[in-house]
């Protein structure tokens, strides 16, 4: 028996909290797309290895990292809307609450698409020097620009 969109969402962010990489990777196929609105479709990451990548970009230096999970709803087409708070906490002791929508169109066990909506100046007012420093250095080589795919 197959999983209905909303279980293969449920099942994937318990993985995305839990930062298990590799189950994480699980639910992406090489053609899946992953980007943040505020920053666009020219930044996006694709397939599993750039999807990876673009979540540690921001993940990677938290020491806490927490889901509040809210409405989710199922419509038609495989897609899930999921809102939900994201409470980060840097190891210089920052931490801000980040509400999203996330959209994420589920085909069969493989997510397709996933565009997350959020303000980016609530995050970037509270990341402390280092993590905006570690974005800047960053190798982005994995960065793809899907607009007009997605």
Do not use: C
Not at 18 to 47: C, K, L, N
Not at 109 to 131: E, G, R
């Amino acid at each position: 028996m197959s999983a209905t969109p909303s279980e293969v969402a449920a099942a994937f962010w318990a993985a995305l909290y839990a930062r298990d990489w590799e189950r994480i990777r699980s639910f992406f196929g090489p053609e899946s797309i992953y980007y943040d609105v505020p920053t666009g479709p020219s930044s996006a990451g694709v397939g599993p290895d750039s999807i990876e990548a673009r979540l540690r970009l921001g993940l990677e230096g938290l020491v806490g990292y927490e889901h509040r999970p809210g409405v989710v709803a199922e419509g038609a087409d495989g897609i899930v809307v999921t809102e939900h708070t994201e409470v980060w906490t840097w190891e210089s002791g920052e931490t801000v609450a980040l509400p999203f929508v996330s959209v994420q169109r589920i085909e069969g066990d493989t997510i397709a698409l996933w565009k997350d909506y959020w303000d980016l100046q609530t995050l970037m007012q509270a990341a402390p020097a280092s993590w905006h420093e570690r974005l800047d250095t960053a190798d982005l080589s994995w960065v793809v620009d899907v607009t007009g795919r997605a």
